[in-house]
């Protein structure tokens, strides 16, 4: 499973020691993917058939989704609650798999599920039926373990598998993509339309369960069993992935081995970013610069007397909250009207 890469779009902040501070705003994108230092991602897909044909099978330990229109579903979620209050506009969100036997005929398009399905697990098997343990895996009949058999096969919202559109998932898909330009191996991008920050919104504020996992090593979005319908509800309920014209598309999952071929959530946005304030030890001529933040994210902080040649004063300040204080106690030379110019830079 996957690692978080932030690639930032450096964007500095220019102000002068007497000047009002600026405000621009920075384009960030984030890559969300499994690898040694990112687990968030689930995904997993189930298939159609008797209780000992697929029915009641959960593909969640494969290296490999399949995704059809009619007989197999897909399902995938990514944890984005790092994102939380961290952006002023999300400017795209990209679903990035890669195809594995590249079909030429029909789409797949991507759903944003139900509320009430948001409980389902990921599983630890790669297919095959298992009863009981409480392993409260997704199924194409039941979204959760019943012990055994279910008495009543039915996914939270109360239908016997995930097909129906506006109560399993909305109607309107985030995106679509045509199989005619897949290639195997290769990228297989579908674009989001629609209120991007309400998705964004809704998503973040909810993260897995820390220190719980299912018996697949996979993270646990609720920690209760799903006795009772509906599904207890999460803010993040994820995506289900659907083809058209019963083409089969294989994309590599979450589990493939080569992690530079798992599915990526592909995040860009624009943060607020402005150097606040400027302060002036009238005693000691020490500068404190006061500029917006992220907590725990890593900046440089310059200084110029010309704006041509900057002279890098400490390129290890954390993020403190919203707001970071640095102060500047051996001022770098002035100009000769008395003025010197600090900026702050994002780090990778």
């Known amino acids: 499973m996957t690692s978080l890469k932030w690639r930032k779009i450096l964007v500095f902040c220019l102000v002068c020691i007497c000047s009002t501070a600026y405000q621009v705003a920075t384009a960030i994108t984030v890559v969300f993917r499994?690898?040694?230092?990112?687990?968030?991602?689930?995904?997993?897909?189930?298939?159609?058939?008797?209780?000992?044909?697929?029915?009641?099978?959960?593909?969640?330990?494969?290296?490999?989704?399949?995704?059809?229109?009619?007989?197999?579903?897909?399902?995938?979620?990514?944890?984005?609650?790092?994102?939380?209050?961290?952006?002023?506009?999300?400017n795209s969100v990209t679903l990035r798999l890669f195809s594995k036997n590249a079909p030429q005929n029909g789409s797949v398009s991507a759903h944003r599920l139900d509320i009430a399905n948001s409980a389902w697990r990921e599983g630890g098997n790669c297919g095959g039926t298992v009863f009981g343990g409480n392993r409260h895996e997704v199924t194409w009949f039941?979204?959760?373990?019943?012990?055994?058999?279910?008495?009543?096969?039915?996914?939270?919202?109360?239908?016997?598998?995930?097909?129906?559109?506006?109560?399993?998932?909305?109607?309107?898909?985030?995106?679509?993509?045509?199989?005619?330009?897949?290639?195997?191996?290769?990228?297989?991008?579908?674009?989001?339309?629609?209120?991007?920050n309400g998705l964004i919104d809704d998503w973040s504020i909810s993260s897995p369960i820390q220190g719980l996992r299912d018996r697949g090593g996979n993270p646990c979005w609720t920690s209760d069993w799903n006795w009772n319908q509906p599904a207890p509800e999460t803010t993040n309920e994820g995506?289900?992935?659907?083809?058209?014209?019963?083409?089969?598309?294989?994309?590599?999952?979450?589990?493939?081995?080569?992690?530079?071929?798992?599915p990526q959530l592909i995040v860009t946005y624009s943060a607020t970013f402005e150097i606040i304030k400027i302060i002036r030890d009238p005693d000691t001529g020490a500068a404190t610069i006061q500029f917006s933040s992220s907590p725990g994210e890593e900046y440089a902080v310059d200084a110029s007397y010309d704006l041509h040649t900057w002279e890098e004063l400490d390129d290890g300040v954390i993020g403190e909250k919203d707001k970071t204080e640095f102060v500047d106690d051996f001022l770098a030379p002035e100009n000769e009207a008395g003025e010197i110019f600090y900026r702050v830079r994002t780090l990778d």
């Open 34 to 90: 499994n690898d040694a230092d990112y687990q968030g991602t689930d995904d997993t897909f189930v298939r159609n058939g008797n209780a000992f044909s697929g029915g009641m099978s959960n593909f969640g330990n494969c290296a490999t989704i399949e995704i059809n229109g009619q007989t197999r579903i897909g399902l995938i979620r990514f944890d984005v609650s790092s994102l939380k209050k961290k952006y002023l506009q999300i």
């Open 142 to 196: 039941h979204l959760a373990d019943y012990g055994g058999l279910s008495s009543k096969p039915s996914w939270a919202s109360g239908t016997a598998g995930p097909t129906d559109p506006g109560i399993d998932y909305d109607d309107e898909a985030l995106g679509v993509t045509d199989n005619l330009d897949s290639s195997e191996n290769t990228k297989f991008d579908i674009e989001f339309d629609g209120d991007l």
């Open 239 to 262: 995506i289900l992935l659907k083809g058209s014209d019963n083409t089969t598309h294989i994309f590599h999952s979450s589990e493939a081995k080569d992690k530079e071929l798992r």
